[in-house]
């Protein structure tokens, strides 16, 4: 057994000596994301990019971060609600069986919970699913529509006609044309699935999966992508009066503004964002 | 043995309260004849004393009676809060000030703070005999490294990694070491825990941040952590070796209470039933253990956390079984029962014990 009593010079070079490493480390990991061509470069709006609001909370922090507002497009069978919105999650269709075990769930259900799994992400920007879920909403609002004109005094296919434009009005004007389209462990396979750098994005997220017993049926997954890593970007400094957060009425220009305003993200080598630029459409 | 032979403040301290108590018990033997010194050897043992304390008081600044002791306590009260409140001041300043400089400046701030707030630990540590002001150092400068890596990482929108943890586990746990600070050596120990078990995670390809939805991972790193004590020794360091056996204790049993109620957390794909029968005694039955080594090995804080784990899983089972089938009045009956049960059953072995030792402290 051993008794230890470290000497001064000792401790002084160590603790520097880590405080340096540790910092060295961490910007040498971001200088080598950042070096030679990004992995891909998304250009987006507002829409996908979101500016901090000023809700007080951020009196206290001066820092501005921004949200990258992405979504998934599962089965059309979901009701048309107010809450059927975008936001953050979703279960995308191609979420299946096949998908969870080549990410490397279990293939059959456990007696133990599933935890949720690291998994490399491709996000797709204003591509084929952005206008399926376009072309989706304008056909459950045709449908609605129709049903309503079919039995003017219900009011429950009152109800659902309206949300169903409602929806449509999001789709065309506000909601995200970010989508998490597929998933998987190996960066250089899905590169040369989604060979489009200006329109996918690799990053890294979650997956998340529960078996779902029924009585009578098999037990099945139901799976969802639960978050994006690298989901809150850092404005940087020089950027930061086209991000800065609007009050009141200044801040409904500002909102239109911002859907209007095209903001470049980075994805480097380590699949880390940052936000290259900012300019009006 | 001369103050010159003491490395630190408490093992001076320890000195200085082992001579109290050696005068008050020389009193009494004295009082009571059993003992009776001449004069002049009084004289010199007097004198010896006084000039030793009157060193240790000098190079340590130590409690020479009970009211600079309680005086002492105060002060570790108010150095704890005032570090703590200190090192929440360091995070709440810079989030106020950062987004107004450019990340070069961000960058230099935070590595600079870091270092800057380590160089003043150490030479406040170099001049002060106290340790109060030390400790206020030491835990500015550990937050000013935790904000400078958690910092770093948000500005250059790095994704969160477990890896942070060991870079502050190591840099607490020589601050620790440095300046003889135990909160520090338990802020080691949580970080180093934690990042073990989130390690273990992600090989099987979970997000390290779901550490806790595997208890099982903190097996291994308590047993470790519990050894630690054994494979080095901690002489100079009062103290140390009873937090690394007491958190060992804790990062292993505090898992197996969470899988004796919430068997689906394991690892194991066996029936969840028996799994939490199986953890259930494994707990009952090393709490036990774990007291009956703490009274063999003379390790009160083993000895007391053995208890108090017992205790718990005890009461929670009581819980599970009795809870919704009767009135409060008379489940918080049964418990008291059993407290006083437990008392006459300790009570009942300390005095089978008594004769064997002979009545020595050990």
Redesign the interface.
Known sequence: ??????S?TA??I???G???L??AT??G??AW?RSGEPESVLRMTGREVEPPYDSGRYR??????ATLRWRTLGKDTAPVTGLSYFGVGGRPQWLDAAKLSAL?FPARP????V????VLLVLEYDGPTCRLALQRARERAAREDAAYAASPGNQQAAQRAKLAREALAREESTASRLFVVDAGLDAAQLRSKYPDRGRYAIV?G?VRAQWVRSDNAEPAFVADVSRI??E???V???L?PDFAPGRGKQQEDWSSRQARRETVVAFGR?L???IVAVADR | MNANSL?SRTEAQRRADDIRVFRDELRRLEQEGVLALSAAQHAALDEHHRRLLGQLARQFDIDRDMQDKQLSQGMRMMSLLGALALAASVF?LF?????????TAQ?AI??GA??AS??AT?WIR?REASGYFTKLAAMVAFAC?VL??AM?????????SDKALL?WA??AL??A??CDLRLLLVAAIVCMLVFVAARA??WS????I?FG??PENFFLPAAALFLVP???????FPGFAAIYRIFGLLALFLPVLVLANW??????????GK?QAAYQLAGFAGTAATAWLGVRRHWPEVADTGMTLFTVFLYTKFFDWWWDSMPKYLFFLLLGLCAILLLLVFRRLRAAGAPRSGGEIA
Do not use: C
């Open positions: 057994m051993k008794s230890m009593k470290p001064r401790i002084l160590a603790g520097a880590l405080i340096l540790a910092n961490v910007l990991l971001v994301n206290e922090n001066s820092g501005l971060r490397g456990g007696a133990g919970t935890l949720p799994r690291d890294r979650e890593h690298a809150r970007i850092n940087p400094h020089a930061r380590r880390e964002p940052w | 490395s709440f989030y106020q000030f950062w987004g107004y400089f450019g990340e960058v935070l590595t870091a270092l380590f160089l150490m170099a490294f400078d890596i770093l990482g948000q500005i250059f929108n790095i994704a969160p870079l190591i840099y020589l601050l070491y440095a995670g992600t390809g979970v997000y390290w779901h939805e595997r054994h494979l080095i020794r901690h002489d100079r068997g689906q957390l394991s690892y194991l794909d066996i029936d969840r799994l």
